[in-house]
């Protein structure tokens, strides 16, 4: 038997199917549109510059005729991420994150201080649970992978 008739003969693989209860609709939008699209992350985006603009550590990282530059990069990059509109990587290229944080001393204390304002957004945002946890896990995960300062 040759190895593309083989191939037929096989039964379809089960998929994996989230579902929105126990034995609710299959989710097939992306977090980006269940929470709201560009509306959402934009005013998630907004409160979280709100507390960053007057944080003592994390203001000075920022140039102050650049605040609605930093507000459009996070806004489009969080939307991308979350299965939004590409136009973050058709302006800006691949993310690449850690490359991008490069000059800045993101410490520990940096990071604490940048979630604290974004788990303070999330907050504010009132979240479906599931959205909120998936939310939180990456913020905190990608915070966590940009500290490339141990310095005190």
Request: aromatic fraction near 12%; charged fraction near 25%.
């Amino acid at each position: 038997m040759t190895a593309a008739k083989n191939q037929e003969a096989e039964p379809p693989r089960p998929r994996l199917t989230l579902r929105q209860a126990e034995h609710g609709n299959a989710v097939t939008e992306t977090l980006w549109q269940q929470v709201g699209g560009t509306a959402f992350f934009e005013r998630l985006v907004a409160d979280f510059y709100a507390g960053v603009q007057h944080d003592e550590l994390l203001a000075p990282m920022y140039p102050d005729a650049d605040w609605e530059g930093a507000k459009w990069r996070l806004q489009k990059f969080l939307e991308q991420y979350w299965g939004g509109p590409t136009t973050y990587s058709e302006q800006r290229g691949h993310p690449r994150l850690r490359l991008r944080h490069a000059p800045f001393r993101v410490t520990p204390a940096a990071r604490d201080r940048w979630l604290h304002h974004m788990y303070r957004a999330l907050d504010n945002a009132e979240l479906a649970p599931l959205h909120d946890a998936a939310l939180r896990d990456y913020v905190t995960r990608a915070a966590h992978a940009l500290v490339n300062n141990f310095d005190s």
